[in-house]
T-cell receptor, first 117, second 115 residues
């Protein structure tokens, strides 16, 4: 069963506007972590933001914030004031905690974001 | 501090050839991972090493072997390459490996083509 679902293969946003990238997950663990990574056209994987399952506040890192809705099992990435350099592939990932001794990550299929000038 | 390094960056193989992808990290991390990324897809875990001296299969281990040479180095070997193994390969590491909070740091990737 797919554990991370990103339903938007591609998204467009106007420069300086905000955009939300969707991510839903499925787990029976109580302890887990959710991550977002950015992959620009150059190919590297860049860590953006982390949200723990027990965190009561939504995570924020500069222009990135994570809209965490635990009951809905969603962890959407919000990028405020989009910039041209935000054009990239974005991946949502999860690490389950309890039986995951190796710290393995499960990735979604990604959303390709294009920022228009 | 180079982080996670991978060699080579590009490789072209013929079907049946073998090769080893090298990965090293200088962050004193305990856990290391090998992923593959196929076009239009997310990353899938091939093998991982939770700590020095241990290795375990991930989601797509068939056709691969790994060696955790020491704490710094984790290599991935293709014994008999197949066109289905054409992909971009990423190595990653994380400090502890046992906590859901650990962030994974990725290498730049190796783009492999098998003809």
């Amino acid at each position: 069963a797919q554990k991370i679902t990103q339903t938007q293969p591609g998204m467009f946003v106007q420069e300086k506007e905000a955009v939300t990238l969707d991510c839903t997950y499925d787990t029976s663990d109580q302890s887990y972590g959710l991550f977002w990574y950015k992959q620009p056209s150059s190919g590297e994987m860049i860590f953006l933001i982390y949200q723990g399952s027990y965190d009561e506040q939504n995570a924020t890192e500069g222009r990135y914030s994570l809209n965490f809705q635990k009951a809905r099992k969603s962890a959407n990435l919000v990028i405020s004031a989009s910039q041209l350099g935000d054009s990239a592939m974005y991946f949502c990932a999860m690490r389950e905690g309890l039986n995951n001794q190796g710290g393995k990550l499960i990735f979604g299929q990604g959303t390709e974001l294009s920022v228009k000038p | 501090n180079a982080g996670v390094t991978q060699t080579p960056k590009f490789q072209v193989l013929k079907t049946g050839q073998s090769m080893t992808l090298q990965c090293a990290q200088d962050m004193n991390h305990n856990s290391m991972y090998w992923y593959r990324q196929d076009p239009g897809m997310g990353l899938r875990l091939i093998y991982y090493s939770a700590s020095e001296g241990t290795t375990d299969k991930g989601e797509v281990p068939n056709g691969y072997n790994v060696s955790r040479l020491n704490k710094r180095e984790f290599s991935l070997r293709l014994e008999s390459a197949a066109p289905s193994q054409t992909s971009v390969y990423f190595c990653a590491s994380t400090p502890f490996g046992g906590s859901s909070t650990d962030t994974q740091y990725f290498g730049p990737g190796t783009r492999l083509t098998v003809l």
